[in-house]
């Protein structure tokens, strides 16, 4: 490295597409990855990237500063950048976040490069139907920005074999196919990770109680579509999978992209749906617009925004999303040993509840001697599993009493999130809540987050517990 050549920020700039050569810059080092360009599936996006620095896309994710990402790039060193110069070749750099929507100022932001913002818990569940403007956002990218009338916006769709294809734009797609509407709840796999991180540091966005809603989603049945490229209804393909591309790519052009069981797919009762509207209308450019893949009961990781492809497959997406991230795994894994590959990843999520008024730590003022959660509370389990019952218990665990739930709950293809709320008499002036919720198959919440803690923070769905204060 010492003996390479030294090139200036300026020399860097003027090295910006295929006749100059595309030259970039990471810390000292000068790259020229012209090369790498052409080989490269997602093909000439890595260009925003070109005659500056690639750290503001790196930091967009870490997973790029591992060493065999690193090793990749030094077999494209040319030289090192003129000592001193590395904040001026970040400046030649077009902000990849140039172009991002507005968002409602009243969502609690947890990053703001890539958007990420949930709900805040004093307003999540006053209605059954989360309002678009207020529901929580999850980003990995910076937002894509599709403009229909150029023609340039189509869904492709492959089956098992090549030639199984369809190319429909979004038009053809909704005049084609039959509209369905369901009624159904998106959550992150992350979601409530804060109370798992208070029992130890995890990895992820701090998420409190908000990284979850409930909407209506309109769109065509992805099984219509999936039969129409021919895909047969038989148990010869219940182990494949369907996988989504969406348009957002990483700084090496690799696509957010993962993949769902195709007999969730296929199944008719399984209400999966290739969505373009959300709550009566068109999709919002952070929701995906202009389709999304809608998988009810399913976490949201696998409910892909900006959607441009679906493939069949025998086998699950290879991307990082499905298979290095997104998973579970025993309290004592930890990051530098644990093998991705041995636990499955993160379909239907389990059985939560939650409490959100009062809050944890507040003073809460009693009517007629009984503390009121009747504010803001939600219990949801995955797969389709209706709320059967939630309980409350006022002193840890001895006694249980029964919430009254609010909304409909159906046992099976309960889509949505039931609210429920609970008076409760209290003689004492602080006190610690706990709920949990038992879904149609009788499963329940685990009681502490210590016992399902896990190094990536997903699936923190112990009991919610909160302490407040009582004004007699
Ligand atoms: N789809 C694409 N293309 N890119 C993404 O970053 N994030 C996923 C999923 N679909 C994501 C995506 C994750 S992890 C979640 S939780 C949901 O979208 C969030 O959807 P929302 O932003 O509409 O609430
Ligand atoms: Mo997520």
Known sequence: VDGLPVYSSNDVAN???????VWISYKSGVYDITS?????????????????????????????????????????????????????????????????????PVLT??????????????LLVENFITPTEIFYIRHHFPVPDVDLSSDDYSIEIVGIDEKQS???????????????????????????????????????????????GNAVWKGVRLRDVLLDLGVKDSDENDN?????DGLDMDPTSAPYAVSIPLSKAMDPRGDVILAYEMNGETLTRD???????????????????????????????ESHWQQNDYKSFNPSADWAKVDWSTAPAIQEMPV????????????????????????LRYAWSGGGRGIVRVDISLDLGKTWHVAELIDPVGLNRQWAWTRWRADLPVAVKETEVWVRAVDSAYNTQPEGMEHIWNMRGVMAVGYHKIKVSVNA
């Open 15 to 21: 090295h910006r597409d295929e006749t100059t050569g």
């Open 36 to 104: 790498f360009i052409k080989s490269h599936p997602g093909g000439n996006k890595i260009l925003l990237g070109a005659g500056g620095s690639v750290e503001p896309f790196w930091t967009l994710y870490a997973i790029h500063k591992q060493p065999q990402i690193l090793a990749l790039m030094e077999e494209y060193r040319i030289g090192n950048l003129t000592k001193g110069e590395e904040h001026l070749a970040m400046m030649n750099m077009d902000d990849p976040y140039a172009n991002e929507p507005q968002r409602h």
């Open 109 to 122: 932001i947890r990053t703001k490069k890539p958007f990420n913002a949930e709900t805040p818990a004093s």
């Open 166 to 212: 369809l190319n429909l734009n979004l038009d053809q797609l909704k005049t084609v196919y039959t509209p369905h509407s369901v009624t159904a709840s998106l959550q992150c796999s992350g979601n409530r990770r804060s109370e798992m991180n208070r029992v130890k540091p995890v990895k992820g966005l701090e998420w409190a109680q908000g990284a979850m």
């Open 240 to 244: 494949w999978h369907v996988r989504f």
């Open 287 to 317: 929701h995906g617009f202009p389709l999304r893949v809608v998988v009810p009961g399913t976490t949201g990781a696998r409910w892909v925004k900006w959607l441009t492809r679906i493939e069949v497959s025998k086998n699950e997406s």
């Open 352 to 375: 939560t509840s939650v409490i959100c008024d009062p809050q944890d730590g507040e003073t809460t003022t009693l009517q007629d001697g009984k503390l009121q959660l009747r504010g």
